[in-house]
């Protein structure tokens, strides 16, 4: 077979795995955010909630819960992979993401993330025993993790 009609066959192939390389990155980079924003939007809604910001807690749930329940239907879909997500997602989010709906799904996702969220506002040293410094710890973090950006 002369080079050229070689050529003529190989180029298409290889046109197409160029060009499908960039297009799989840049679909599980966007599935990616979507899975770390609804992470970090439920870690959020539970410092404000125990900080007492009542309307950031309510626009970050609310926003969590979209991106994950967009997640999730995209992994119903075949859209997302869980394998292609494994370094952009948090572990412990892919791994909670079985059940037998999508609200049951996102409802161990939160109780994860809650646990996440609040390790340093509940720890074991005496002087944090206090809801008041309790509450100052939260709404620290919340402006440590600039959670007032998470959804806009």
């Known amino acids: ?5 070689i050529l003529r066959l190989l180029l298409p192939a290889v046109v197409a795995l160029t060009l499908a390389e960039p297009a799989l990155a840049e679909r599980a980079g966007r599935y990616g955010i979507m899975v770390q924003s609804a992470w970090s939007a439920f870690q959020c809604s539970v410092l404000a909630e125990k900080s007492r910001n009542m309307a950031q ?3 970050l749930f609310a926003f969590g819960y979209d991106q994950g ?3 999730i239907a995209a992994l119903e879909s075949g859209s997302a992979k869980k394998d292609e997500l494994s370094g952009a997602a948090p572990f412990s989010m892919l791994l909670l993401l079985q059940g037998p709906t999508p609200d049951f799904a996102l409802g161990r996702i939160f109780e994860a993330a809650l646990r996440s969220a609040l390790e340093d506002v509940f720890t074991s ?3 944090y025993d206090s809801a008041a410094i309790q509450e100052s710890i939260a709404a620290a973090e919340f402006l440590k993790r600039n959670c007032n950006l998470i959804g806009r």
């Open 1 to 5: 077979m002369p080079k050229s009609a």
């Open 57 to 59: 807690q309510e626009r």
């Open 69 to 71: 329940l967009k997640f």
């Open 125 to 127: 040293v005496e002087s």
